[in-house]
C-alpha cells in the first residue's frame, strides 16, 4: 500500500510490540479468538495496550465485539471485556467500537454463509430475531473519524450499527435484490461446532433470548452515509453471483 511501512511483531511478544509501536501517534487494536483461541486473545489484547502505554502512543481505538455486558458465556465477548478492562486500568486513552453483525456474514465465502447465517443462525437464534448490521467499509470509515476526532471519540464506547433487520427481512432483500433467495447448505450443529467450535453456536443461542439495546442514530451520527442491508447487498450484487 502506498504510504505505507510493514513492521513485523508477534502479539505474544512484547519485546516486538513496542519496538513496532514506538513513535505511532494512534494504534487500532483486534485480535482474533478463532485462530488463537479466547485465552490467547486476552494475553494478545493485554500484551498491545501494555506496548502501546510503555511506548506513549496517544489514541487506541479497540475493535471489540458483542453486548458489552458480562455473564453471556460468549468466549469472543466475555475476552474482549477482560482486554478493555486491562486498558482502562492502565489509563489509557481508548476508543471501544463495538460492532454486533458484520454484512459480511450473508456473502463472504470465508465465512460459509449457506451453512451459518443462512441455516444455523437463523435455526438457533430465530429467523425474527433483530439483527444490528454493519458493512465493514463503514467501519472503516467510523474507524478513520475516531483518529481525526480524537477529542470526541476518546472515553467513548460505541455500539455500532447502521441498520436492524431480522434473519427472515434480510432473506426477502436478498431474494428482491438478486432475484433468488440465497443459498442455504443444512449442516447438523454437531458436525458445525467440529468444525469452528462452539462460540458462535453459543453466541446464537444467547441472541435468541438475550436483551441488549439497538440504537442506530450514533452511528449515522458520525457516518451519515452507513449503508442499510439493501444498499450494501445492491453494491455487491456482482461479487455474490454464484453464492
Known amino acids: 500500500m502506498i504510504g505505507a511501512e510493514v513492521i513485523q511483531a508477534e502479539l505474544s511478544d512484547p519485546r516486538s510490540l513496542r519496538s513496532a509501536f514506538a513513535g505511532a501517534h494512534g494504534l487500532y487494536s483486534v485480535q482474533n479468538p478463532m485462530i488463537s483461541g479466547v485465552d490467547a486473545e486476552i494475553v494478545h489484547g493485554k500484551n498491545v495496550a ?9 489514541h487506541l ?25 486491562h486498558m482502562k486500568a492502565l489509563g489509557l486513552p481508548v476508543t471501544v467500537l463495538r460492532p454486533m453483525a458484520f454484512m459480511e456474514l450473508m456473502t463472504d465465502k470465508t465465512f460459509f454463509p449457506a451453512v451459518s447465517t443462512w441455516h444455523l443462525m437463523p435455526k438457533l437464534m430465530g429467523a425474527n430475531r433483530p439483527v444490528p448490521w454493519l458493512c465493514l467499509d463503514d467501519f472503516g470509515a467510523i474507524t478513520a473519524r475516531a483518529f481525526a476526532d480524537p477529542e470526541r471519540f476518546i472515553g467513548q464506547d460505541i455500539k455500532l450499527a447502521s441498520e436492524v433487520q431480522t ?33 458462535l453456536t453459543t453466541m446464537w443461542r444467547w441472541l435468541q433470548t438475550g436483551q441488549f439495546d439497538i440504537d442506530t442514530s450514533q452511528t449515522h451520527a458520525i457516518l451519515p452515509t452507513a449503508a442499510t442491508v439493501r444498499q450494501w447487498l445492491i453494491r455487491h450484487r456482482g461479487s455474490t453471483k454464484n453464492q
Do not use: N, Q
Open 50 to 58: 501494555d506496548a502501546a502505554r510503555k511506548v506513549g502512543v496517544h
Open 61 to 85: 481505538v479497540y475493535g471489540s465485539a458483542g453486548v458489552g455486558v458480562a455473564g453471556t458465556g460468549v468466549g469472543s465477548w466475555e475476552s474482549k471485556l477482560a482486554v478493555e478492562a
Open 167 to 199: 434473519l427472515r427481512e434480510c432473506r426477502v432483500i436478498w431474494r428482491e435484490v438478486m432475484g433468488r433467495p440465497p443459498g442455504r447448505f443444512p449442516m447438523p450443529v454437531w458436525a458445525f461446532e467440529r468444525f469452528v467450535g462452539t462460540d
